[in-house]
C-alpha cells in the first residue's frame, strides 16, 4: 500500500487511472476502489465534470452582467471535485473553501442557494445541516479545523461518518491546517484533508510554499498521504474511497494532495495573465478533466450523441435554473442581518434591532416627504 | 408582442471598482445576440475581462465609444429584447416602451449588485445633509428639468428631483464635478439626469452645450464663478469645430507611468551627473566586432557596449546596485545585475530588465538585448521581466539627444543615459582633431549613494568606453 510514511521515489508519482489522452491505465492497489464504476457510472461521472463546468460559466457570465458581486471559478479542477464529492456518502459532512461549487453540487445543494453569498444577499447560502456541507469558509485553511473538530465529535458518537475538508496549495501554509493535522492525528480523528494543488495561491505559485510536494508534509503529521492526478475523476474517486474506508474503519485520517490546475483567474476580480505564462496553461489545457474522459467513453462507444446531447440538454437546464434563481432572487431586507446572530432571543440584540429599525424609518419619513410612492422605495432600501 | 428596450449597465467587475474601459466592442447596432454573447472586451484596474450579454436580443444602442472610460452603473448598451420572457414586474414596463429607456433599469438598479450601492451609499448621507439646508435655495431646477430634455422627463418626477434641490452639494460623482470645474459649469445649475437626479458626465456637457448657445441667459447671477466662466471659455461655442486643445483621459500604461514617475521623483533625492567622453575607441572596437566571426551573427550596438561597461564599473562600485528598502529600514545591495532596459513600445514606455546580466559575456549581453526589445516592441513583455530590476539603462542617444536627467525606475538606486554618438572637434593628442563624442548622463538616488561612489562609477563607465583596453585593470 504506497502509503507515504517513508520517503521514496515513488512518492513523487501520481495515481493515474485515465491518461490525458483518455486511456484506461491498470493500477494494481487503486483499481479494486473503482471496480464497480461501469459505463453508465463512468458517463454519469462525465455528465457531472459538464454540468459543473456549465455552471462555472454562468456564474462567471452573471458576475459579467453585474448580477453576482464575485464569483470564484473552478474551471479546470472538475475531476479532482466530482471524483472526490460523488465518493462521499450522504452522512459524511464537507467543510469547503469557496471554490468547492462542484463538491456542493455533488451534495445536493439548491442551485439557487449556491449564488446567495456571491449575490451579496446573505452571509451562508444554505442550511449545513440539510445537505451536510458547511457554508464556504473564506478565510484561508480555518475549514480544516472545523472538519477535524467535526471528526473529533464523530468519534465521541461512535459513528462511522467521515469529515472532509477541501482547500488549496496555499492553505497548507496556514497555521490553521497544520494545527487541524496535528490534532487529527492525535485523536486518529476520520477526517480526509483533500487538497486541491491548483498550482497557483492566487498569484504565488506552489513552488514558492513548497519545495517537495505538498504531501509529503502529511506523513511528518503522522498522516498517510496520497498524490493523485487531480484531473483524473477515477483516479479521485479511487484515492477517496480509500481514505473515506481508512477513516471508517478506524484507521484515521488520510491527506489527498490531488494535482490540479486552475485554468480560470482566482476570482472574477483577478486578472492571471499578469503573473503566468500562457504556454503553462496549454500544458494543462492538454489535461484536460472532461476531455480525457469523452475520450475514453468514446473509445468505448459510450458517448453517442444521444448521450452527448442529453449531457448537453442537462447541463444547459442547469444553467438556465441557475440563471432564473439568482436573477429572480428576492432582494435582502436590512433587519436580516439580525436573524442568524445568535440561536435565541437576546434581549441586547434586540435593542440593537429596534434602534437600527428606528433609523431606516427615520430615511422613509424623510422619503415620504420628498416623494409620491415610489415604486423603487423598497429595494432601495 | 412588442419588443422592450433593456438597458445594460457597466457592474462593477472586480471587488469595489467604480469605472471600467470600454477596449472594443464586438457587436454594432441592429446586430443580433445571444445570451452570455460576448458583446465587449472591458478593462478593469485589475484586468480585461469580456463582457457576455445580459439578454438574448437585438443591439439598439451603444452608449459609449470604444477607449471611453465609463462609471460603473452607467448604461453602456441598449437592446430590443423581444416582449416574452421579461421576468415578472413585466407589465409596468412593457406599457411604456421605448419612452422607459430609463426608467426599468432604475428599477432594477438595486438587483444588480455592484451598481446599486454605490449611488445608494452615497444617497444616504447626502439625504441627511439636505434636511439641515431644506429652505435655503429652493426652486432651482424645476425650470431646467422642463426645458432641458423632455427624454428624461419620465425620470425626474420619480425620482423627485425638485425636492433634492436645496442639496448643500449636488450629487454628482468626482470625475463630473472636475469636469464641470473644468469647464467652468456650475454643477447647481445643472439637471441631472441619472439615478435619484445624479448629474452626469453627459449632463454637465449639455449643460456647456446650452449655456454656450444662450451665454448667461439661466445660469446663477452673482455666482463668483461666472466671471471667470466666461473668460475661460473664451470660444465656448466652437468646442466641437476647431478644438483648440485635446483632451485624452489619463488610464493605463500613461497613468501607471506617472505614478511610478511621481513616486520615485518624489521619495527619491535624484542627482545627475554628466560625462562627456571620447568614444571613438569603442567605435573602432565595435566596427572590429561586427566584423569577427564570433559576433556575424548578431547586431552588436553601442548600448551593447555601455551595457557591458556598466556591468564592470558596478562591480567595482556596487553602491550603485542596491536598494532602499523603506518598509524594513535596510538598504538591500544586491549581488546580481537585473539591468532594465527603457524602451519605447506600443502600449507606452517599458522597462524589462536583462536577469544576471553580470554573468553574461558581450556576445550574450547583445542577444539579451535584441530579445528584450524586441519582446517589448511586440507587446509581449511579460510581467516577470518588468519586475526584479537593479539598475537601468535609457539610451536617449536614438533620438539624437545627448543628455538628460533621467527619473530612477522605482526601487532601483542609479539609471544611465546614453546620448547620442556625435562627431565633434575633440582635444586629441593635444591636438583638435574630429572624434565620436558621447554624453553620459548618470541619476542616483541620494539616499544610498553619495557623490563619491556616484562619481566614481560613472568615471569608470567613461574609462572603459573612452579607452576599452582599461578594463583590463579593472577586472
Known amino acids: ?260 490546475y486552475r485554468m480560470g483567474p482566482h476570482t472574477t476580480a483577478d486578472d492571471p495573465t499578469r503573473y503566468r505564462d500562457a504556454n503553462e496553461l496549454e500544458d494543462w489545457a492538454a489535461k484536460d478533466p472532461i476531455s480525457r474522459v469523452a475520450a475514453l467513453l468514446d473509445a468505448q462507444g459510450l458517448l453517442s450523441a444521444e448521450v452527448s446531447d442529453a449531457v448537453k440538454a442537462t447541463a444547459d437546464d442547469v444553467a438556465a435554473r441557475l440563471r432564473e434563481g439568482c436573477i429572480s432572487m428576492p432582494e435582502p431586507q436590512a433587519l436580516d442581518v439580525f436573524k442568524h446572530v445568535y440561536s435565541e432571543p437576546n434581549s441586547w440584540l434586540e435593542r440593537q434591532q429596534d434602534s437600527y429599525e428606528q433609523y431606516l424609518t427615520y430615511f422613509d419619513s424623510a422619503e415620504s416627504v420628498n416623494t409620491a410612492p415610489n415604486p423603487s422605495r423598497e429595494v432601495s432600501r | 408582442m412588442s419588443p422592450v428596450i433593456k438597458e445594460f449597465r457597466l457592474p462593477d467587475l472586480g471587488e469595489g471598482l467604480t469605472e471600467s474601459e470600454i477596449v472594443v466592442w464586438h457587436v454594432a447596432v441592429g446586430d443580433t445576440v445571444e445570451l452570455n454573447q460576448v458583446i465587449a472586451d472591458v478593462e478593469t484596474a485589475k484586468a480585461v475581462v469580456e463582457l457576455p450579454s445580459p439578454y438574448a436580443g437585438v443591439v439598439a444602442k451603444l452608449h459609449e465609444q470604444p477607449g471611453t472610460v465609463v462609471e460603473v452603473g452607467s448604461p453602456i448598451v441598449s437592446f430590443d429584447v423581444p416582449g416574452s420572457g421579461v421576468p415578472s414586474g413585466d407589465s409596468p414596463d412593457s406599457s411604456a416602451d421605448k419612452a422607459d429607456d430609463d426608467e426599468p433599469p432604475a428599477k432594477r438598479e438595486p438587483n444588480l449588485v455592484g451598481y446599486g450601492a454605490a449611488v445608494e451609499k452615497t444617497g444616504r448621507p447626502t439625504r441627511r445633509a439636505r434636511r439641515g439646508a431644506a429652505s435655503t435655495v429652493p426652486a432651482r431646477p424645476a425650470d431646467a428639468s422642463t426645458a432641458d430634455d423632455a427624454a428624461v422627463t419620465a425620470e425626474a418626477p420619480q425620482t423627485s428631483v425638485p425636492e433634492e434641490a436645496p442639496l448643500e452639494r449636488p450629487r454628482s460623482t468626482p470625475p463630473v464635478r472636475k469636469l464641470a470645474r473644468d469647464l467652468g459649469i456650475d454643477l447647481p445649475a445643472v439637471n441631472g439626469t441619472g439615478p435619484q437626479g445624479l448629474i452626469t458626465r453627459e449632463d454637465v456637457l449639455a449643460a456647456q452645450q446650452k449655456s454656450a448657445q444662450e ?84 547586431r552588436i550596438t553601442p548600448l551593447a557596449l555601455v551595457a557591458k561597461a556598466l556591468c564592470i564599473a558596478l562591480d567595482r562600485n556596487p553602491t550603485l546596485n542596491s536598494r532602499w528598502d523603506d518598509a524594513s529600514q535596510e538598504i538591500v545591495q544586491h549581488h546580481y545585475v537585473n539591468l532594465g532596459i527603457a524602451a519605447a513600445t506600443p502600449r507606452g514606455l517599458m522597462v524589462p530588465n536583462i536577469k544576471d546580466a553580470q554573468a553574461l559575456g558581450l556576445r550574450e549581453l547583445a542577444d539579451a538585448l535584441k530579445g528584450l526589445t524586441e519582446t517589448a516592441r511586440a507587446g509581449k513583455t511579460s510581467p516577470a521581466d518588468l519586475s526584479g530590476g537593479t539598475i537601468s539603462i535609457t539610451n536617449v542617444g536614438v533620438f539624437g539627444i545627448d543628455a538628460g536627467t533621467p527619473i530612477l525606475n522605482p526601487g532601483e538606486a542609479a539609471i544611465l543615459a546614453m546620448g547620442s554618438v556625435r562627431k565633434m572637434p575633440w582635444e586629441y593628442q593635444d591636438e583638435i582633431a574630429l572624434r565620436q563624442v558621447m554624453t553620459l548622463s548618470l541619476s542616483f538616488d541620494h539616499r544610498l549613494v553619495d557623490g563619491e561612489q556616484g562619481s566614481r562609477f560613472l568615471a569608470d563607465i567613461g574609462t572603459i568606453l573612452s579607452d576599452p583596453g582599461m578594463v583590463l585593470t579593472m577586472v
Not at chain 1, 125 to 145: R, S
Not at chain 1, 175 to 187: I, L, P, T
Not at chain 1, 200 to 211: C, D, F, G, N
Request: charged share 20%; hydrophobic share 40%; with cysteine.
Open chain 1, 1 to 260: 500500500m504506497p502509503l507515504n510514511n517513508e520517503a521514496d521515489a515513488t512518492q513523487n508519482e501520481l495515481v493515474q487511472l485515465i491518461t490525458p489522452s483518455g486511456e484506461r491505465r491498470s493500477n494494481p492497489v487503486y483499481d479494486r476502489w473503482v471496480s464497480d464504476v461501469d459505463g453508465a457510472a463512468l458517463q454519469a461521472l462525465y455528465e457531472d465534470m459538464v454540468v459543473i463546468r456549465r455552471i462555472d460559466a454562468e456564474a462567471t457570465a452573471l458576475q459579467r452582467q453585474g448580477e453576482l458581486a464575485l464569483w470564484p471559478p473552478l474551471l479546470g479542477q472538475e475531476a479532482a471535485q466530482i471524483g472526490s464529492g460523488r465518493a462521499l456518502r450522504e452522512d459524511d459532512f464537507v467543510f469547503s473553501s469557496y471554490r468547492e461549487n462542484g463538491v456542493a453540487y455533488c451534495r445536493g445543494v439548491d442551485l439557487t442557494d449556491l449564488l446567495r453569498v456571491w449575490r451579496g444577499n446573505a452571509s451562508a447560502g444554505w442550511d449545513p445541516y440539510a445537505i451536510n456541507m458547511a457554508p464556504p469558509q473564506v478565510i484561508i485553511g480555518a475549514q480544516t479545523l472545523h472538519a477535524t473538530g467535526y471528526a473529533m465529535g464523530v468519534l465521541a458518537d461512535g459513528a462511522d461518518s467521515v469529515a472532509v475538508t477541501y482547500f488549496g496549495d496555499g492553505a497548507t501554509s496556514q497555521g490553521d491546517v497544520n494545527e487541524a493535522m496535528v490534532f487529527a492525528a492525535s485523536y486518529q480523528a476520520p477526517v480526509i484533508f483533500f487538497c486541491q494543488n491548483n498550482q497557483w495561491a492566487i498569484s504565488e505559485p506552489v513552488r514558492l510554499q513548497a519545495h517537495v510536494p505538498i504531501a509529503h508534509r502529511a506523513p511528518g503529521f503522522g498522516i498517510p498521504s496520497v498524490r493523485v492526478d487531480g484531473n483524473d475523476v477515477l483516479a479521485c474517486l479511487a484515492v477517496t474511497r480509500e481514505a473515506l474506508d481508512r477513516a471508517r474503519t478506524g484507521g484515521g485520517p488520510t491527506f489527498i494532495e490531488a494535482v490540479t
Open chain 2, 215 to 298: 451665454e448667461s441667459a439661466q445660469s446663477g447671477t452673482g455666482q463668483s464663478g461666472t466671471g471667470q466662466q466666461g473668460a475661460d471659455r473664451g470660444v465656448p461655442a466652437s468646442i466641437a469645430a476647431g478644438e483648440r486643445e485635446t483632451r485624452t483621459p489619463i488610464k493605463g500604461v500613461r497613468k501607471h507611468t506617472a505614478a511610478a514617475m511621481v513616486a520615485s521623483a518624489f521619495t527619491a533625492p535624484h542627482v545627475t551627473e554628466f560625462l562627456t567622453i571620447d568614444v571613438t575607441a569603442s567605435m573602432d572596437l565595435l566596427a572590429r566586432l561586427k566584423s569577427s566571426r564570433a559576433f556575424a551573427d548578431v
